[in-house]
């Protein structure tokens, strides 16, 4: 198997700066911090992170809630920058993290098609080429004319999840996308993932359940408190962390 780097995480550390202090209004808080009197406390949310990943991998990031998972996968999806570090990717990358954020709620369906596939890169003659198969993955046949607003959290899910897996990336970042939408639907994007792994896309996944993690995933990430515990083969670190 062709063994060529596509992601290196260098010596990742990202900081987000928190603020203690409560506001009672958007005013208050400008005026506090252009006088100097707003104190923020650093808050360091991965540390030190390197790991490499392979072209064919499919990497799953584990660890408790705030361990550092999604933020390591936006600094890969290049939503945010790391504070030290590089992060180096090669290929194409379709994010799928906060589906249906590119969304306008009061746009119809079949608009926001053509407005989500605009966002990430695709032409209008590309996107009505795609737009069956969209509809048809999606089982929203019934609701393309409907305003967004008036959809199920599992409807918009569906919808994005459909736009955002039409064409085959080098890279998927998938992040818990698939514990909303019913059984049925999760099954579904389930093996659209996997067919995309038989052509050679390269996955990124977080999920909370371990199961669907080691059904995925050859490789494992754990991040604990934003450090990396352990890296290496998913069957042995599922089994240690289911137990710990
Ligand atoms: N924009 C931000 N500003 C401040 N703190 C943040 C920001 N984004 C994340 N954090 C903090 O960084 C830490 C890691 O968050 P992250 O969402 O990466 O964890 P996670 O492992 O994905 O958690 P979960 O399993 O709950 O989804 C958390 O303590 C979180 O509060």
Not at 146 to 166: D, E, H, Q, Y
Request: with cysteine; aromatic share 10%; charged share 25%.
């Amino acid at each position: 198997m062709e063994r060529r780097e596509v992601i290196k995480v260098d010596h990742v550390s990202m900081k987000f700066n928190l603020s203690s202090e409560k506001f009672d209004s958007f005013k208050e808080y400008v005026i506090k911090s252009i006088k100097g009197q707003v104190s923020v406390e650093a808050f360091w949310a991965l540390k030190d992170v390197s790991f490499q990943v392979y072209k064919g991998d499919s990497v799953g990031l584990i660890g408790l809630n705030g361990s550092g998972k999604s933020t390591m996968l936006k600094t890969i999806a290049g939503v945010l920058k790391p504070t030290k570090g590089t992060v180096t990717v090669s290929g194409s990358v379709a994010p799928l993290i906060e589906l249906g954020a590119g969304f306008d709620m009061d746009l119809t369906a079949r608009e926001n098609v053509f407005l989500n596939g605009a966002l990430l890169g695709y032409t209008r003659e590309e996107m009505t080429r795609h737009y069956d198969d969209i509809v048809k993955f999606s089982e929203l046949e019934n609701f393309m004319n409907v305003p967004v607003k008036n959809f199920s959290s599992g409807m918009v899910s569906r919808l994005a999840f459909a736009i955002a897996t039409i064409g085959v990336p080098d890279i998927l970042i998938v992040d818990e996308v698939l514990s909303v939408g019913d059984f049925r639907f999760q099954e579904k994007c389930e093996k659209r993932i996997q067919a995309m792994m038989k052509e050679g896309t390269t996955i990124l996944f977080v999920s909370h359940s371990i199961d669907q993690v080691q059904k995925i995933c050859n490789k494992i990430v754990w991040l604990d408190h934003g450090v990396v515990k352990r890296f290496g083969d998913a069957e042995e670190i599922c089994n240690e962390y289911r137990g710990s």
